[in-house]
């Protein structure tokens, strides 16, 4: 069996990288980390987790280089950067949750975040998402995994981009349930502040725009406007994105696209025409659904559906182990969606 190691595992996506691996053939789960909660049990912390997985927790701080053959970094940006200083060696594989390794130019991180103290590493990161740079994460030792919101609106792009289809700005409205900011307590995030409301945030300033538009921008010369609204909802993301067809395009030959281009791929579900991606419908699962409607004028609507702690974080970080590994690139993600 492969090692794993979770740094920074009382998090929700740490949660869920635990909750996915008790089930993976090929990897176990020999490390676990937290600063707050060291000497704790997991299960402890998380009841949900007693009789399945009871490791104890053991300090971020402390030196677990040499340990594990994969490391999962479910750290805030910038905190990853010094742990993945400290982990990588060219041999063990780190997958960072973070944005730390998301920028292959790390003048566009550091105007967007914050001063990058790894940079050295940033030529090893491929960013991880599968159904794009599948070749190039293949033997990776540095994985940058991508945001919630950008794997939500390029892989919902990515066949029209591909193909050359769009001709006009993207206005990318995305909604994303509150687990997407984290366990930690913030006031934003309490339920007072969310539950029977609707707002947007970030608006023209979210630090996930500037990733979309890099990638779209390998695509086409297109800008990106990107809005986030947070819903009184624990888990998901729909994101509806709109533009110009570059000619008009029938829904139908459109969705044969999309079919064409994802074919083959596991986690990645194309509605049928007039059907469209529903949250509840991809929940606890690694699927991105997404429909498309396109007009006689040329005007196109883009759908998708993701759950924001799986494809948007954990799955798809299990996804990039597996296809790094050379392991099944479905193991211990074949979790049908739970519903309601
Ligand atoms: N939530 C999502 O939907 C989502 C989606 C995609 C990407 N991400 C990214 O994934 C990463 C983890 O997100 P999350 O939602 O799991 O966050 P979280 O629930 O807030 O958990 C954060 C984890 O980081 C640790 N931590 C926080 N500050 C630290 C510090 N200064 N030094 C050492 N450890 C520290 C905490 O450990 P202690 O127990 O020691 O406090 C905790 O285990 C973030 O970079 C986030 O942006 C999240």
């Known amino acids: 069996m492969l090692k794993a190691g979770i740094i920074g595992a009382t998090g929700y996506t740490g949660l869920a990288l635990i ?3 008790v089930s993976h053939p090929d990897v176990t789960v020999s490390l676990i980390t937290s600063n707050t909660y060291k000497g704790k049990k997991i299960s402890d912390i998380f009841p949900l987790l007693k009789g399945r997985f009871e490791t104890i927790l053991v300090p971020t701080d402390d030196d677990h280089a040499g340990k594990c053959d994969v490391y999962f970094l479910c750290l805030p940006h910038g905190t990853s950067m010094e742990a993945a200083k400290k982990l990588y060696d060219g041999k063990a594989l780190i997958i960072d949750l973070s944005a730390d390794f998301r920028f292959e130019d790390v003048d566009t991180y550091e105007q967007v975040y914050i001063p990058h103290t790894a940079k050295e590493l940033i030529p090893q990161s491929i960013f991880g998402l599968p159904e794009i740079y599948r070749h190039r994460i293949k033997g990776a030792t540095l994985i940058g ?12 792009l990515y066949p029209l981009l591909k193909a050359g289809y769009l001709a006009g700005d993207i206005f990318i409205d995305s909604k994303s ?4 900011a984290g366990r930690e307590t913030k006031l934003g995030s309490m339920f007072c502040e969310v539950s029977e409301g609707f707002r947007p945030y970030g608006v023209g300033v979210h630090r996930h725009e500037p990733e979309i538009q ?3 921008s390998k ?3 297109l800008r990106v406007m990107f809005v986030p609204h947070l819903l009184p909802m624990n888990r998901g993301i729909l994101t509806t994105m709109y533009s110009r067809l570059s000619q008009p395009l029938k829904t139908k030959d459109l969705l044969a696209l999309y079919r064409k281009t994802y074919d083959g791929e596991p986690f990645v579900r194309v509605m049928d025409e007039g059907v469209y991606p529903d949250t509840r419908f991809v929940r606890f699962s690694n699927y991105i659904d997404i429909g ?3 007009f006689d004028d040329g005007r196109i609507v883009i759908i998708s559906a993701i759950d924001n702690l799986v494809k948007g974080a954990s799955g798809q970080a299990i996804q990039n182990m597996n296809v790094a590994l050379g392991l099944s690139e479905t193991a211990s993600l074949t979790a049908v969606p739970q519903f309601p």
């Open 19 to 21: 909750s996915a691996l």
């Open 292 to 294: 498309l409607k396109s």
């Open 219 to 221: 695509f086409s010369k």
């Open 214 to 216: 890099k990638e779209v």
């Open 177 to 180: 349930g509150v687990s997407g």
């Open 145 to 156: 995994n991508p945001g919630c919101y950008p794997t939500s609106a390029i892989l919902g």
